[in-house]
């Protein structure tokens, strides 16, 4: 059985910051890419960061130097580190996992692609 299950999110005032987490289950990362996505009501969904098999890191331009996405290969786990959070940070955040011969499924809410598994989402709300 195959699972990724999210932690984390929450309402922050901008200028601070988040951290989410996603737990896995029955993926081998290096077997894998890994990746978080985030969407907005009205807005197209956005891959924020992938993860290659070998573990290098791939930030969206968006997010490039305020956010960090990062892997732990023993513990089956995806994080992702936001500072410096924005208004229109906001948005429900997906950690996804891209496994070798596994097609790919929609994120669980919204239009999210690309992916063969999917956390169930975590709302992400950045005040002014």
């Known amino acids: 059985e195959v699972w990724m299950v999210q932690s984390g999110g929450g309402s922050v005032q901008a200028g601070g910051s988040l951290r989410l987490s996603c737990s896995t289950h029955?993926?081998?990362?290096?077997?894998?890419?890994l990746a978080w996505y985030r969407q907005a009501p009205g807005s197209e969904c956005e891959r924020i960061a992938l993860?290659?098999?070998?573990?290098?890191?791939r930030m969206g331009d968006s997010v490039k130097g305020r956010f960090t996405a990062s892997r732990d290969t023993s513990e089956n786990t995806v994080e992702l580190q936001m500072n410096a959070l924005r208004p229109e940070d906001t948005a429900t955040y997906y950690c996804?996992?891209?496994?070798?011969?596994?097609?790919?499924?929609?994120?669980?809410?919204?239009?999210?692609?690309?992916?063969?598994?999917w956390g169930q989402g975590v709302l992400v709300t950045i005040s002014s």
């Open positions: 996804g996992a891209d496994v070798l011969g596994v097609r790919y499924s929609p994120s669980p809410s919204g239009s999210c692609r690309g992916m063969s598994y």
């Open positions: 029955g993926i081998e990362f290096e077997e894998a890419r």
């Open positions: 993860i290659m098999y070998e573990g290098e890191v």
